[in-house]
C-alpha cells in the first residue's frame, strides 16, 4: 500500500507511470502480525482522510487521548473535538516542542495554549532537543504514526501518510514512549501561561493570523 501511494504521488508531480516495472513491487515477509491501516491524503483529493481519522478517533476516546506533534495549528472540528473531550472527562495530553525550527509556526503554536488549558487539557513544552514525534494514541488500543503533523496543512495541503495502528501491544509501547517524552517535558499551568509577557501573546496573535499560508 506504501509503494503504491508513493507511485500515485509521483504520478502526480512527474506523469511517469511505473507499474509495470517488477522492481517497485518487492515481496515483503511479514514477521509480525499487528492489524493496521495505511491512510494518505494530499492535493490530489477531495478528502481530508487524515483529518477525518483523527476526528473520528478523537470523538471515540473514552478513557484518554496522547498526542505528540511538533507543529500544533489544528482547523476548528480537531480543536472542538479535542476540547469536547476534555471537558467531557477524558484525559488528553499533548507534547509540542519547547524550541522549534520555524518561529512563525511556533509562535502560531502557542496561540492555542491559553484555549487548551482553558478546556483542562494537559499541554507539555518538550525540552530536550526539537521533538518531532508525530503521533497519537486512543485509550491504549490505538494509535497513529506518519508524517502528518496536527495543523491544517497537513490536513488540507500537503502530501501526507498515516499508519493507523489497531495494536494494543504497540499503543502501550508508544504510550510508554510518550509518558518519557512527558517527564523529559514543562507541564503548562494556566495561571502562570496568563503572566506570559504582553509582546509575547502578540507574537502568538500575529503568528496566528499567518498559519493558513506555512
Known amino acids: 500500500m506504501l509503494q503504491v501511494i508513493f507511485l500515485v504521488d509521483w504520478y502526480f508531480v512527474s506523469k511517469k507511470v511505473f507499474v509495470k516495472s517488477q522492481k517497485y513491487f518487492p515481496v515483503v515477509k511479514v514477521k509480525t502480525n499487528h492489524p493496521l491501516q495505511i491512510t494518505a491524503s494530499g492535493p490530489d483529493s477531495d478528502w481530508a ?29 480537531i480543536l ?19 524550541k522549534s525550527d520555524s518561529t512563525v509556526v511556533y509562535w502560531s503554536s502557542m496561540s492555542y495554549i491559553t484555549e487548551l488549558l482553558e478546556a483542562g487539557i494537559h499541554v507539555y513544552l518538550f525540552g530536550k532537543g526539537f521533538i518531532h514525534s508525530k503521533i497519537l494514541m486512543i485509550d491504549s488500543s490505538f494509535a497513529t504514526v506518519g508524517s502528518a503533523n496536527m495543523d491544517m496543512r497537513s490536513f488540507e495541503d500537503n502530501f501526507e501518510v ?27 499551568k494556566l495561571k502562570q501561561w496568563n503572566e506570559r509577557p504582553l509582546k509575547q501573546s502578540i507574537k502568538e496573535s500575529l503568528a496566528r493570523l499567518f498559519t493558513p499560508l506555512f
Open 80 to 98: 472542538t473535538a479535542l476540547k469536547t473531550a476534555a471537558l467531557s472527562g477524558i484525559e488528553v495530553r499533548i507534547i509540542l516542542p519547547g
Open 49 to 77: 482522510s487524515i483529518m477525518q481519522a483523527f476526528f473520528a478517533a478523537i470523538t471515540k476516546a473514552r478513557k484518554h487521548i496522547f498526542i505528540s506533534t511538533p507543529y500544533f495549528a489544528p482547523n476548528e472540528s
Open 162 to 188: 498515516m499508519a493507523m495502528i489497531y495494536d494494543e501491544e504497540l499503543t502501550r509501547m508508544l504510550e510508554g514512549r510518550f509518558v518519557k517524552d512527558m517527564k523529559r517535558s514543562k507541564k503548562l
